[in-house]
């Protein structure tokens, strides 16, 4: 799948390699390969601007900072002026699902590397639960071969719950752990805890794969979304799980913070977080180093229209935080998270050079330069190195296991009653929010089935398990789609088992669209006003094998067509894809049936009210 020429590329040297380099240049034995000079550094470890400072890097790390040195440069340095601008670290992710944005690994990091990205720590719990550990092994090879320092985490829910709520395509347990964690520095934890119910109540499993992440001296990713106010959070903190992105208040943060959890601020491209959690820190004026700016998921669009972590430092320091107090944020705060501060996260003598130059005010964060691993690697904008494209096993691009055409019977409902009306839950979606609220209607009943139609302002949500395991099927409503015609969305990204979810309010529109992404091995359609859009998602079912520029034009072609149908929600796809996640609060469906998360932690609920 990768050459040795390839992995050695972009290949990211031990510090205790690199220093007989680093002293030889400070005897002068040696030149810089790389050299900036006379620009204002952001120094986020003294949280200072500090004016005519010159970076030298010598192969892949950071040899000096300081004032200028002539000697230190010769004919064979790079030289870049960065008179005017601003030296920053790279900026990093500090929690995010590359499968989120459709794009594959290496297309991702053509996207983001202009935009000021150079690293990440990245859950593919996605391709995960659809692949097991040879689809977590392909995201791995793949980062590998880019020049982003893409830290990969081991995910710890597949299924994000178990196999009595959902079907995925693998199962993780402390042995899948042990193992993922054995391939490298690089597999640098366990990922989010999603079943934080299983840890507080002492699922052994959970437990299992914690101890295994603890024990290889690797942290715990946390997803905890019940009340802050309850001991079960000191419990969970207790357990080991010392970061988590899944505040959406800010005494959500204070009291993460206050246990000794990094508390994760998110500004996805549907999830808008931070304008609410930040006031932990600019109005209740709690410390900032632990608390993280991330993405989460950003889908390709708004990578394009918006940014990723260049647009969300952005956005924080428009909330009030100081402009070095954001970067950190986005640096020195997540690499120090994770242990990694002496590779990544400062502009340090030793660690590895992945610099930004930036033009213009700092709050702006406007990137015009991208050096990863002394290498540059984008300007202005744009990449200036070319990425191989990744080879895929057969096995990755043909993964949906449905052996048949559906049909619109398929997607009929049976009533308990012959006719009528019946009191039914619906879950109803809310724009920027991942969570949905469990609201309960009559709806009509003719010939002993549901009768949703367009005027009925609901829609059918059926399930089919498409990992060829059991051929489950289940049925749910969902309210404010926003459909005022007949339309259907099927498509494989449904959170987090990735089965084949089809959204809709006419039957035969349903089938079409759910057969489309049958025909293309998994992807996105949109069935509607006699036209059928597609995205084809063929890695995984999850991302698309295309070049970035194509798969946001196609994703912005299913963006429009939901438009057209009535479903104007930001990012409305995102905020629909999350409608089987179960783990999310509170109505969701999975192919077990309708899940309802509580106090109590997960219970299966019938459609029909009782």
Same mark, same amino acid.
């Given at each position: 799948?990768?050459?040795?020429?390839?992995?050695?590329?972009?290949?990211?040297?031990?510090?205790? &390699?690199?220093?007989?380099?680093?002293?030889?240049? =400070?005897?002068?034995?040696?030149?810089?390969?790389?050299?900036?000079?006379?620009?204002?550094?952001?120094?986020?470890?003294?949280?200072?601007?500090? #004016?005519?400072?010159?970076?030298?890097?010598?192969?892949?790390?950071?040899?000096?900072?300081?004032?200028?040195?002539?000697?230190?440069? *010769?004919?064979?340095?790079?030289?870049?002026?960065?008179?005017?601008?601003?030296?920053?670290?790279?900026?990093?992710?500090?929690?995010?699902?590359?499968?989120?944005?459709?794009?594959?690994?290496?297309?991702?990091?053509?996207?983001?590397?202009?935009?000021?990205?150079?690293?990440?720590? @990245? *859950?593919?719990?996605?391709?995960?639960?659809?692949?097991?550990?040879?689809?977590?092994?392909?995201?791995?090879?793949?980062?590998?071969?880019? #020049?982003?320092?893409?830290?990969?985490?081991?995910?710890?829910?597949?299924?994000?719950?178990?196999?009595?709520?959902?079907?995925?395509?693998?199962?993780?347990?402390?042995?899948?752990?042990?193992?993922?964690?054995?391939?490298?520095?690089?597999?640098?934890?366990?990922? !989010?805890?999603?079943?934080?119910?299983?840890?507080?109540?002492?699922? #052994?499993?959970?437990?299992?794969?914690?101890?295994?992440?603890?024990?290889?001296?690797?942290?715990?990713?946390?997803?905890?979304?019940?009340?802050?106010?309850?001991?079960?959070?000191?419990?969970?903190?207790?357990?080991?799980?010392?970061?988590?992105?899944?505040?959406?208040?800010?005494?959500?943060?204070?009291?993460?913070?206050?246990?000794?959890?990094?508390?994760?601020?998110?500004?996805?491209?549907?999830?808008?977080?931070? /304008?609410?959690?930040?006031?932990?820190?600019?109005?209740?004026?709690?410390?900032?180093?632990?608390?993280?700016?991330?993405?989460?998921?950003?889908?390709?669009?708004?990578?394009? !229209?918006?940014?990723?972590?260049?647009?969300?430092?952005?956005?924080?320091?428009?909330?009030?935080?100081?402009?070095?107090?954001? @970067?950190?944020?986005?640096?020195?705060?997540?690499?120090?998270?994770?242990?990694?501060?002496? &590779?990544?996260?400062?502009?340090?003598?030793?660690?590895?050079?992945?610099?930004?130059?930036?033009?213009?005010?700092?709050?702006?964060?406007?990137?015009?330069?991208?050096?990863?691993?002394?290498?540059?690697?984008? /300007?202005?904008?744009?990449?200036?190195?070319?990425?191989?494209?990744?080879?895929? #096993?057969?096995?990755?691009?043909?993964?949906?296991?449905?052996?048949?055409?559906?049909?619109?019977? *398929?997607?009929?409902?049976?009533?308990?009653?012959?006719?009528?009306?019946?009191?039914?839950?619906?879950?109803?979606?809310?724009?920027?929010?991942?969570?949905?609220?469990?609201? @309960?209607? !009559?709806?009509?009943?003719?010939?002993?089935?549901?009768?949703?139609?367009?005027?009925?302002?609901?829609?059918?949500?059926?399930?089919?398990?498409?990992?060829?395991?059991?051929?489950?099927?289940?049925?749910?409503?969902?309210?404010?789609?926003?459909?005022?015609?007949?339309?259907?969305?099927?498509?494989?990204?449904?959170?987090?088992?990735?089965?084949?979810?089809?959204?809709?309010?006419? &039957?035969?529109?349903?089938?079409?669209?759910?057969?489309?992404?049958?025909?293309?091995?998994?992807?996105?359609?949109?069935?509607?006003?006699?036209?059928?859009?597609?995205?084809?998602?063929?890695?995984?079912?999850?991302?698309?094998?295309?070049?970035?520029?194509?798969?946001?034009?196609?994703?912005? =072609?299913?963006?429009?067509?939901?438009? &057209?149908?009535?479903?104007?929600?930001?990012?409305?796809?995102?905020?629909?894809?999350?409608?089987?996640?179960?783990?999310?609060?509170?109505?969701?469906?999975?192919?077990?049936?309708?899940?309802?998360?509580? *106090?109590?932690? @997960?219970?299966?609920?019938?459609?029909?009210?009782?």
């Amino acid at each position: 799948m990768m050459t040795e020429q390839q992995q050695a590329a972009y290949g990211r040297p031990h510090l205790a &390699d690199c220093i007989p380099d680093m002293v030889a240049f =400070a005897r002068g034995e040696k030149k810089a390969t790389l050299y900036i000079r006379n620009g204002k550094l952001v120094s986020v470890t003294s949280g200072e601007i500090i #004016p005519n400072t010159c970076v030298a890097v010598v192969g892949t790390r950071i040899a000096y900072v300081g004032p200028h040195v002539e000697s230190m440069i *010769d004919d064979s340095t790079r030289v870049i002026d960065a008179a005017g601008k601003y030296i920053a670290p790279g900026l990093l992710d500090g929690h995010c699902h590359i499968e989120s944005s459709l794009l594959s690994v290496t297309s991702f990091a053509n996207a983001v590397l202009p935009l000021g990205t150079t690293g990440g720590f @990245f *859950d593919p719990h996605e391709i995960s639960n659809v692949l097991g550990l040879p689809g977590l092994r392909i995201m791995l090879d793949e980062a590998r071969q880019t #020049p982003m320092a893409a830290y990969m985490q081991v995910a710890s829910c597949v299924p994000a719950t178990n196999p009595e709520f959902e079907t995925s395509g693998a199962e993780f347990g402390p042995e899948e752990v042990a193992e993922a964690l054995s391939w490298g520095p690089d597999m640098i934890a366990l990922g !989010e805890v999603m079943n934080f119910p299983g840890v507080v109540y002492g699922d #052994p499993k959970m437990i299992g794969e914690i101890q295994a992440t603890l024990r290889a001296g690797r942290v715990v990713d946390g997803h905890y979304t019940w009340p802050v106010h309850d001991p079960r959070l000191s419990a969970y903190a207790a357990a080991g799980v010392s970061g988590c992105h899944e505040s959406v208040k800010p005494e959500d943060v204070v009291e993460r913070v206050r246990l000794g959890i990094y508390a994760k601020m998110r500004r996805g491209s549907a999830w808008h977080d931070v /304008e609410a959690t930040i006031k932990a820190h600019t109005e209740m004026g709690v410390d900032s180093r632990r608390m993280i700016l991330v993405s989460d998921d950003r889908i390709c669009d708004s990578l394009m !229209e918006e940014g990723h972590m260049n647009f969300i430092v952005r956005h924080a320091i428009q909330q009030g935080v100081k402009p070095v107090t954001a @970067f950190q944020m986005a640096t020195l705060n997540t690499a120090e998270r994770f242990g990694v501060a002496r &590779d990544v996260g400062s502009v340090t003598p030793g660690t590895i050079a992945d610099i930004i130059l930036l033009d213009g005010n700092l709050a702006d964060v406007n990137v015009v330069m991208t050096i990863a691993r002394g290498d540059v690697v984008a /300007e202005h904008g744009r990449m200036v190195v070319e990425l191989q494209p990744f080879d895929y #096993p057969e096995f990755a691009v043909n993964s949906v296991k449905l052996n048949r055409e559906l049909t619109p019977a *398929d997607f009929e409902i049976e009533a308990p009653v012959a006719s009528g009306n019946v009191k039914v839950r619906v879950a109803e979606v809310r724009e920027n929010h991942v969570e949905t609220e469990e609201v @309960f209607t !009559e709806v009509p009943v003719e010939g002993g089935k549901l009768s949703i139609t367009p005027e009925t302002t609901l829609c059918k949500m059926a399930i089919f398990e498409r990992h060829g395991r059991n051929g489950n099927k289940a049925y749910g409503l969902v309210g404010n789609v926003g459909f005022h015609r007949p339309a259907a969305l099927a498509m494989t990204v449904a959170h987090d088992s990735h089965n084949l979810l089809v959204i809709g309010n006419d &039957d035969a529109l349903m089938a079409e669209a759910a057969n489309a992404v049958i025909r293309m091995q998994g992807g996105i359609a949109i069935a509607s006003n006699g036209e059928l859009t597609e995205l084809p998602l063929r890695l995984a079912g999850l991302m698309s094998t295309a070049p970035y520029e194509s798969v946001v034009e196609q994703s912005e =072609a299913i963006s429009q067509a939901l438009v &057209d149908a009535g479903c104007t929600m930001n990012y409305a796809f995102m905020t629909l894809s999350l409608l089987a996640l179960v783990v999310i609060p509170t109505l969701h469906i999975s192919d077990t049936g309708l899940i309802r998360i509580s *106090d109590a932690g @997960f219970e299966k609920v019938s459609l029909f009210a009782e």
